[in-house]
C-alpha cells in the first residue's frame, strides 16, 4: 500500500511537471474544440474556390457528423499521443535505473504498478470525458438536426474509456519488456491500428477489444447481447496485462 | 553479519563473478577494493537484492537473504555508484518518497529529513530541483536517502570517488560519523586512501575472484617492508658490530650517523630493537619502521594473482 501511494504521488508530479498533462489534453481535449469549428468554418473559407457539387457535401453536416469526427480523430491521432507519451511508462524507468533506489528499499512492484495504472486510466478517462462533453455541447450550438443526445454521447464515452483501459495495459505490459521505449510504443500502436481489421469480420470482432470502437460510433444504439464477450475480454485482458506485468517487475533485474 | 559463500554470477556469457566468498563483521568497515570492472558494482547489486545470481548463499543477520529480502532490506541501506532520482522532484519531496516506499510515519519522517539535510548538507537547497544539482550533491542525497530509515548495515559503492577532492573528504567525514555510530559499511572503491583511512578490513576483488581478505592492521604486519631507519647522536663507532651480532638481524647498511636494519621477522623485531638501542651509549635521535601503503601492497598482491594465473 505504501509502494502504492508514493508512487500515485510520484506519477501525478511527474505527469504535472513533465508536461504529461498537457500532451495528454491536446492529444484529446483539443480535438474536441477544432473539429467543430473546423467543419463550421471550412466550406466558408472554400466557398469561393469549390465547385458546388463538393461544397454541398460539407453543408449538410449535422451534429451526428461532426461528433462521429471526434471518436475518428481520438481513435487516429488520440492514440498517437497516448502511447507516444506513455510508452517509457516502464522502460524508461528500469534503463534509466531509476528503480535502483526505490528497489533496494523494499519497494512492492504490485504497488508501483498498480499506482502507474490506475493513474493513467483515471487521467485518461478524465481527458475523454472532458473531450466528450465539451464535443457534445460545442457542436450542440454550431450545428443543427442529428439524433446525437447527451445518452448517446456518455454511452460512447464509456466504450472509448474501456478501450483506453485496455490499451494502458498492454502499453504497460509491453512497455516492461523493452528496455527501448520506441520499442511498445510501435507494437501498441500497430496492435491498435491493426486490430481494426478485425471489425470488418462480423463473426469475431466482438470478441476482441477494437469492438467497442465500432459500437461507439454506431450512435443512437447502445448496450446489446454482442458486446458481452467484448466486456468480458476487455475486462480479462485489462487483468492479465496488469498481472503479467507485476510478474515481470518482480523478476526484473532493475541494476 | 554479512556472510557470503562462493558467489557466482554471470552476464549472458561473461563471467563476472567467480565464486566469491567472504565475511563482513558487524560494525566494520570493510573496503571492497579492485580496479574498474573487477565486478564490486556487481557484488553489491546483488547483495542489495538488485540483481539475480546464478548460484552461491548470502546470509544477513543469519538469516538466508533470498528466501528473507524484504525483511532483511529493512536493515539495509544503499548508496549506488551513479545514483538516479526522479530529477523533477527536490531533495525533500525525493526523500519524502523514498521514506514512504520504506514505511516511515510521516510526522517522524518530516521531522527526520530536515534533520538529515543538515546531516548530508543539503538543507539550503532541499527545495530546488534535483535535476539541478551537481555530482556532489546527488552523492550526498542518495547518502541520505540510503540512511534515512536508520539501516545497520550500509553498502556504499565508490561513494567518492567522482567527486572533487573537497567533496572526496565531505564524504568521508560522514562515513567516518557513521562508522562512529557503529554501523557494518561495505564499501567499494579503487581509492586506496580512501581505504587506508576508513577501513577496518580489506578485501582485494580482480576480475572476479578473491586475491585477499584481511585485516588492515595485519595486512600491515604481513606485507610492511622489515626496514627500521635509525639516526643516532653521534658518528657511528661499534654499534654495527653489536647490532650484527643478534640473531634477528637480516643485514645492516650503516653510513655516517644513520643505520638501515633489515630483520627477518618484524614481531621480534619490532619488540627486542627499542630494548637494545636503549642499551647503547649512542643516543638514538630518530627512529622508524618503513611503512609500506595499501598502494604497494595492492600492487603487489594484484601482480601475484596475474602470475598465479
Ligand atoms: N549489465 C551488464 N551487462 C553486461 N556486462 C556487464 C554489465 N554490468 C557490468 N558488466 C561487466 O561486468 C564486469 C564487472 O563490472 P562491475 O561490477 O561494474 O565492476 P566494478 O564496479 O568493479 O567497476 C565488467 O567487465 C563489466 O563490463
Ligand atoms: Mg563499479
Not at chain 1, 33 to 44: A, H, N, V
Not at chain 1, 121 to 147: D, E, H, M, P, Q
Not at chain 1, 170 to 190: E, H, R, T
Not at chain 2, 108 to 128: C, S, Y
Request: aromatic fraction near 12%.
Amino acid at each position: 500500500m505504501r509502494s502504492f501511494r508514493a508512487y500515485f504521488k510520484k506519477e501525478f508530479k511527474e505527469a504535472a511537471r513533465n508536461y504529461k498533462y498537457l500532451i495528454l489534453a491536446v492529444g484529446f481535449i483539443f480535438w474536441a474544440l477544432l473539429d467543430p469549428l473546423m467543419l463550421k468554418l471550412l466550406p466558408l473559407i472554400l466557398k469561393a474556390s469549390l465547385p458546388v457539387e463538393l461544397l454541398s457535401q460539407f453543408t449538410n453536416i449535422n451534429r451526428d457528423y461532426a461528433f462521429l469526427n471526434l471518436l475518428k480523430d481520438l481513435f487516429q491521432v488520440g492514440t498517437l499521443f497516448f502511447v507516444f507519451s506513455l510508452m517509457g511508462i516502464i522502460s524508461s524507468e528500469v534503463s534509466k535505473k531509476k528503480l535502483v533506489l526505490p528497489y533496494s528499499r523494499g519497494l512492492k512492484p504490485e504497488g508501483m504498478v498498480l499506482a502507474k495504472y490506475i493513474h493513467y486510466a483515471i487521467t485518461v478517462s478524465i481527458f475523454i470525458f472532458a473531450a466528450f462533453l465539451t464535443n457534445y455541447f460545442y457542436v450542440k450550438s454550431l450545428f443543427n438536426s442529428g439524433v446525437l443526445s447527451i445518452q448517446i454521447v456518455l454511452w460512447s464515452c464509456f466504450l472509448y474509456i474501456l478501450y483506453f483501459a485496455v490499451i494502458l495495459a498492454l502499453l504497460l505490459y509491453m512497455s516492461s519488456l523493452f528496455k527501448k521505449s520506441i520499442i511498445p510504443g510501435l507494437l501498441v500502436l500497430a496492435i491498435v491500428y491493426g486490430f481494426n481489421f478485425f471489425n470488418q469480420l462480423s463473426l469475431i470482432r466482438n470478441y476482441l477489444p477494437n469492438y467497442l470502437i465500432l459500437r461507439a460510433a454506431d450512435l443512437g444504439v447502445f448496450f446489446d447481447t454482442s458486446l458481452i464477450p467484448t466486456f468480458f475480454i476487455s475486462v480479462f485482458l485489462i487483468a492479465i496485462f496488469i498481472f503479467l506485468t507485476i510478474i515481470r517487475m518482480k523478476k526484473i533485474d532493475v541494476a | 553479519m554479512i556472510k557470503v559463500a562462493d558467489l557466482k554470477k554471470s552476464y549472458q556469457r561473461l563471467e563476472v563473478l567467480k565464486g566469491i566468498s567472504f565475511d563482513v563483521k558487524k560494525g566494520s568497515v570493510f573496503g571492497f577494493i579492485g580496479k574498474n570492472g573487477a565486478g564490486k558494482t556487481t557484488t553489491m547489486n546483488i547483495l542489495t537484492g538488485l540483481l539475480r545470481f546464478e548460484s552461491g548463499q548470502i546470509l544477513i543477520n543469519g538469516m538466508d537473504f533470498l528466501k528473507n529480502k524484504i525483511e532483511l532490506l529493512k536493515s539495509i541501506g544503499y548508496l549506488p555508484e551513479n545514483p538516479v532520482f526522479y530529477e523533477y522532484m527536490n531533495a525533500y519531496e525525493y526523500l519524502n518518497f523514498i521514506g514512504e516506499i520504506t514505511g516511515l510515519k510521516t510526522k517522524k519522517l518530516n521531522f527526520d529529513i530536515l534533520h538529515l539535510l543538515k546531516v548530508v548538507n543539503l538543507k539550503i537547497q532541499a527545495k530546488r530541483r534535483i535535476s539541478g544539482y551537481s555530482r556532489g550533491m546527488k552523492q550526498r542525497l542518495a547518502l541520505a536517502a540510503a540512511i534515512i530509515h536508520e539501516p545497520d548495515i550500509l553498502f556504499l559503492d565508490e561513494p567518492a570517488s567522482a567527486l572533487d577532492p573537497e567533496g572526496r573528504l565531505e564524504m568521508l567525514a560522514l562515513l567516518e560519523e557513521l562508522k562512529r555510530r557503529g554501523k557494518t559499511i561495505f564499501l567499494s572503491t579503487h581509492i586506496l586512501n580512501d581505504a587506508e583511512r576508513v577501513c577496518d578490513e580489506v578485501c582485494i576483488i580482480e576480475e572476479g575472484r578473491i586475491l585477499l581478505d584481511e585485516k588492515l592492521s595485519d595486512l600491515y604486519d604481513k606485507y610492511i617492508q622489515p626496514v627500521f631507519d635509525i639516526e643516532f647522536e653521534k658518528e657511528l663507532t661499534v654499534e654495527t658490530e653489536i647490532l650484527n651480532k643478534l640473531s634477528w638481524v637480516e643485514s645492516i647498511k650503516a653510513c655516517g650517523k644513520i643505520i638501515n636494519l633489515s630483520v627477518n621477522n618484524i614481531k621480534i623485531g619490532r619488540a627486542e630493537i627499542l630494548k637494545v638501542l636503549s642499551g647503547l651509549d649512542n643516543y638514538v635521535t630518530s627512529f622508524q619502521i618503513r611503512k609500506s601503503s595499501l598502494e604497494d601492497i595492492f600492487i603487489n598482491i594484484t601482480n601475484q594473482g596475474r602470475k598465479v594465473k
